[in-house]
């Protein structure tokens, strides 16, 4: 019987403890329900912060130095000698600003004391603001084995660049030129695609670039035997200025030289103002076996992990009606897709892709067969090919030098919906231009001048050369993002 009421007492406890927990559930539920009805006070935290604007630099910009030739000297077939000096033209705003100029070392080329090498532009803290100096370098060569005209603007230094353009099948050779202007050593990589997909090249990563220095590497020596490459070069310590020297020999006779710079970063439009086409030709867009290099042709790499349809408007800029082509890009791998063709002219294209790509078109001002003198002179029969890059929109203002070359002309490229009104200012002489929406203007400038321009926002432009065994261009960029204030966050 003890026991019993033991049990019983137990029990009794067990059951009014359950009930006590069932009270204290439904008090629960119909708390949460009230507090879904009646709003509750709202209270956020913003994180504390600042917005820190850092200290002012002096601007820097770097020129990629003389064209170079592999395999001049027998006895050192892969050393990159110099063939000639480069010709360098630079400015700033304001105009009385002090540029100095500072040659890097080149110590893979033996004539760099005859012929020049690299060379830093600077100018002092404050002195200019962010974009507002500017250099640019031409050179024209007449050698056995390299001849045309190539033209290249000063950049900045940057960890990241995508250089489209060259080639390392039979008779074509590429340089990849990395100069280092800062105090601090870099480390590059150096990854290569092409028509296959990625180049599995060990020697192209972790290159060391002394601080001050300028290095070269073979890119047949990376990707041997490649027509479509695209280099892209990343770099950790010092920023590097990249850029890719493609030159071509048909049989015997040179047949173009270019130095390819930077093009636009990965996205999914990509504007190309300023595409010249010398002579008329071309290829049919849907002849994927062409080869060579004389015709007008896009070459396109899908830089993420899907395909990519993209479509290719070709505009001429003097008006009229253009061209488009649809192209299908399988991501990773490299596509030169022909223009059709094209009348002699200046074009403007427009790329829109659904996923990120990378972009610049090639032309040539003819082929050396059709050329050849008939007394058999090669060396003045040869022709020459350029590379335009696609472009940046640019800020509010910006100053561009036109270096020495043959009919330098400003291409601005207006893609957006509304009239630009935009300043050029040369020698103090002051010109207003009218962009019309989806429209270029063609604004022929001095070689060895420098043009100031305002009131540029959002548009593109191009400065390309054009002459008798003379093509070359660049594009015109904004500048990096290095001295914009920052927002910091403490811990």
């Given at each position: ?379 003045e029969a040869s022709v020459d090919l350029a590379w ?81 065994r003379a093509l070359s261009s660049f594009p015109v ?15």
């Amino acid at each position: 019987m003890a026991a019993e009421r033991y049990f019983s007492r137990r029990l009794a406890r067990i059951g009014a403890r359950g009930l006590a927990l069932v009270i204290a559930a439904g008090i629960a539920v119909g708390a949460l329900a009230a507090a879904a009805l009646v709003p509750w006070p709202e209270h956020r935290i913003t994180p504390p912060s600042l917005v820190v604007k850092p200290a002012e630099t002096g601007q820097l910009r770097v020129c990629p130095g003389p064209l170079l030739s592999l395999g001049d000297d027998p006895d050192e077939a892969t050393t990159a000698s110099s063939v000639g000096t480069t010709s360098v033209t630079h400015g700033a705003v304001p105009d009385d600003a002090e540029v100095a100029e500072t040659p890097l070392a080149a110590p893979e080329n033996p004539r760099a004391d005859r012929d020049g090498t690299p060379l830093a532009l600077t100018t002092e803290a404050g002195a200019v603001e962010a974009g507002m100096l500017a250099g640019a370098q031409g050179q024209q060569v007449s050698r056995d084995t390299i001849a045309g005209y190539a033209v290249a603007a000063c950049d900045e230094v940057v960890t990241e660049a995508w250089l489209v353009g060259g080639a390392t099948d039979v008779g074509r050779s590429g340089l990849v030129l990395l100069s280092n202007p800062t105090a601090v050593a870099s480390t590059v990589d150096v990854r290569v695609i092409g028509e296959g997909g990625a180049v599995d090249a060990p020697s192209g990563l972790g290159i060391t670039v002394p601080a001050g220095e300028q290095r070269v590497v073979s890119l047949a020596g990376l990707a041997p035997n490649l027509a479509s490459p695209v280099v892209h070069v990343t770099s950790t310590g010092g920023g590097i200025a990249a850029s890719l020297e493609h030159t071509v020999v048909e049989g015997l006779t040179p047949a173009g030289v270019e130095l390819v710079g930077p093009t636009a970063t990965p996205a999914e439009v990509q504007i190309i103002p300023g595409f010249t086409v010398p002579v008329d030709g071309g290829v049919d867009a849907t002849d994927d076996h062409a080869e060579g290099d004389a015709f007008p042709a896009v070459r396109l790499l899908a830089t993420g992990d899907d395909p990519v349809q993209v479509s290719i408007d070709i505009a001429p800029e003097s008006g009229g009606g253009g061209g488009s082509i649809d192209a299908t890009l399988e991501p990773g791998i490299v596509s030169d897709v022909p223009l059709g063709d094209l009348d002699a002219g200046e074009y403007t294209i427009a790329l829109e892709a659904d996923g990120p790509i990378v972009a610049a078109a090639r032309a040539t001002t003819g082929s050396p067969q059709a050329q050849t003198d008939p007394d058999g002179d090669d060396r003045e029969a040869s022709v020459d090919l350029a590379w335009t890059a696609a472009t940046l929109p640019l800020l509010d203002t910006a100053v561009i030098a036109v270096p020495r070359g043959p009919n330098p002309v400003l291409h601005l490229a207006n893609p957006g919906d509304d009239e630009v009104e935009a300043m050029l200012t040369v020698d103090g002489d002051e010109r207003e231009v009218r962009i019309a929406p989806g429209t270029t203007e063609a604004i022929e400038v001095e070689a060895r001048g420098v043009v100031e321009l305002a009131g540029t926002a959002g548009l593109h432009a191009t400065v390309a050369y054009s002459g008798e065994r003379a093509l070359s261009s660049f594009p015109v960029r904004p500048p990096g993002p290095l001295d914009s204030p920052l927002r910091v966050f403490p811990h």
